[in-house]
């Protein structure tokens, strides 16, 4: 079990490490220490070896090396039931180093910073600190690792009571939360780098992952679900607050995660209602309550329950018209709420969760798990290119109707295939998703729509195979359409455009979303 007499500190984070020293020189123990960790001890009179004293070899390069020398990894790494291990050090000066207390440069904070710099991101890469903890953990048996202030409090704890001596089970316990540390880091640094080159594809992905909290349940009851952090990784679900209402669980991480995506894909102020992962509401406005109002309107009975997302602060007339009698989300996420507006949202229903989230923050990766393998895939982005846009009908589409249709193909990248949305006024009327047939997806839309179908327009994720589905789209009243093209039967579906005078807009962009 280690036996501490030598510690060797040297901490980024400082909190709690001279209450710590203090306490380990109190009880007899030999404290080395180097640059910003000595010199803190040192302020406080707590007695230290400095690291170049005891190496006799000086800092140097700015720091960069300091504590690489055969006297700090022989110390730590020495196996104490190897006579041949404990000759070598004695006969080279090397004394035993029971414990070190490390933690490590800031490197995933560094980076989270907008345009970091390469230099200050490679700088804040840690060397010694990760070298000594791998050393330690290595040892176990041996050599106690504390990486996180934490533990301070329950290794002091031990080593008061024990005479010095820590279990080798508590040993263990630090020398693994010690080895995921370093795990979670080079991961981190890893992800970072490879997001400044092309590489593609990374001949070998590694995904550390931080548990950020259990989940109630997953999809189902019966099943598990806990919510990890990806190392090196930003997004609204690690970075937004919760204001108010109950824990989130599986579906509504899921559901948010399609509402506030969606709202970003818009500059105006736009809202949307999201119901099992796909948009059931999405209007754009002059003002967020107008925008709102045309979005809940987009399909009354879908929207009871469901997630609202917005990409502007919510205001006190958006507030007002959410928390109209009778209407229930299951969540709220929007970029900021005015204090007016938060006070009626949380006086009108305790169980709704406020959520406040950052403002285009989102993966650049999707990923997914089938069966034993991990699919990975860049996040669709893609823009419309206006240069690109292809008229294949006799008939142009209005400047009026154009613009109809842009709202209408980037709401048809949220929606699940096959999807057809219908858009009116820059507000959805009619959503069909999910279904085996392009067909079926028309039909559901204009179902959804009704009477408001008349002089809508269009979006469809991908081509129409068969000429049916824009049968129906006319005959529901739609003026124009957009979609990818790119089938076999386009003259036929062209043919059956220029019939009902429906104006079309080939995209050459396909949009499933499974």
């Given at each position: ?71 700090i990894h022989g110390g730590i790494l020495a196996r104490r039931d190897n006579p041949a291990d404990l000759e070598a050090a004695k006969s080279h000066g090397i004394d035993l180093i029971g414990m ?208 609202l997302g917005f990409n502007k602060p919510i205001d006190v007339p958006t507030a007002k018209l959410i928390s109209v009698p009778g209407r229930f989300y299951e969540c709220i996420i929007a970029p900021g709420y005015e204090a007016e507006a938060l006070s009626i949202l949380k006086a009108w229903r305790d169980d709704v969760r406020l959520l406040e989230g950052p403002v285009r ?154």
């Amino acid at each position: 079990m280690p036996e501490v007499r030598t510690a060797i500190l040297s901490v980024y984070d400082k909190t709690g490490i001279v209450d710590f020293a203090r306490k380990l020189a109190k009880l007899g123990v030999r404290i080395l220490s180097t640059g910003g960790t000595a010199k803190a001890l040192r302020n406080e009179s707590i007695p230290i070896t400095e690291v170049s004293e005891y190496t006799g070899f000086p800092e140097m390069m700015d720091g960069r090396v300091k504590t690489l020398h055969p006297k700090i990894h022989g110390g730590i790494l020495a196996r104490r039931d190897n006579p041949a291990d404990l000759e070598a050090a004695k006969s080279h000066g090397i004394d035993l180093i029971g414990m070190v207390v490390i933690n490590l440069y800031p490197f995933e904070a560094t980076v989270a910073k907008p345009n970091v710099p390469l230099a200050e991101a490679l700088e804040n890469i840690d060397i010694g600190g990760p070298s000594m903890i791998r050393a330690a953990a290595k040892n176990y048996p041996h050599v106690a690792v504390v990486t996180s202030p934490a533990d301070y409090e329950a290794v002091l704890k031990e080593l008061e009571s024990n005479r010095l001596t820590l279990s080798v089970e508590t040993s263990a316990r630090l020398a693994l939360k010690a080895f995921r540390l370093t795990s979670h880091y080079d991961a981190a640094i890893s992800a970072h780098l490879a997001s400044r080159q092309s590489e593609e594809p990374i001949r070998r992905l590694t995904l550390e992952a931080d548990l950020l909290s259990p989940l109630r349940y997953g999809e189902n009851p019966h099943q598990k679900a806990h919510l990890y952090r990806l190392a090196g990784s930003k997004g609204w679900a690690v970075e937004c607050k919760v204001l108010a209402g109950k824990e989130l669980s599986f579906n509504n991480y899921l559901d948010i995660d399609a509402a506030y995506t969606l709202a970003f894909e818009f500059e105006e102020p736009a809202a949307i209602v999201i119901k099992h992962n796909n948009p059931c509401g999405a209007a754009v406005a002059r003002t967020l309550a107008e925008a709102y109002e045309k979005a809940y309107s987009g399909d009354t009975i879908s929207a009871f329950g469901g997630v609202l997302g917005f990409n502007k602060p919510i205001d006190v007339p958006t507030a007002k018209l959410i928390s109209v009698p009778g209407r229930f989300y299951e969540c709220i996420i929007a970029p900021g709420y005015e204090a007016e507006a938060l006070s009626i949202l949380k006086a009108w229903r305790d169980d709704v969760r406020l959520l406040e989230g950052p403002v285009r923050s989102f993966s650049p990766v999707d990923y997914r798990f089938v069966g034993g393998a991990l699919l990975v895939q860049d996040r669709d982005l893609k823009d419309l290119d206006e240069n690109k846009l292809r008229v294949v009908t006799r008939r142009a589409p209005t400047a009026a109707e154009m613009r109809e249709l842009r709202f209408a193909w980037l709401v048809a990248k949220a929606v699940k295939s096959n999807a057809i949305v219908y858009v009116k006024d820059r507000a959805v009327v009619g959503v069909g998703a999910g279904q085996m047939s392009r067909v079926d997806s028309a039909k559901l839309a204009a179902m959804k729509a009704g009477d408001r179908a008349r002089g809508a327009v269009c979006g469809s994720d991908a081509f129409f195979p068969f000429p049916d589905g824009v049968e129906v789209a006319a005959d529901a009243g739609v003026t124009a359409i957009i979609q990818p093209g790119g089938s076999k039967k386009d003259t036929e579906v062209i043919a059956v455009a220029d019939r009902h005078n429906l104006a079309m807009v080939f995209t050459g962009i396909r949009h499933f979303k499974h």
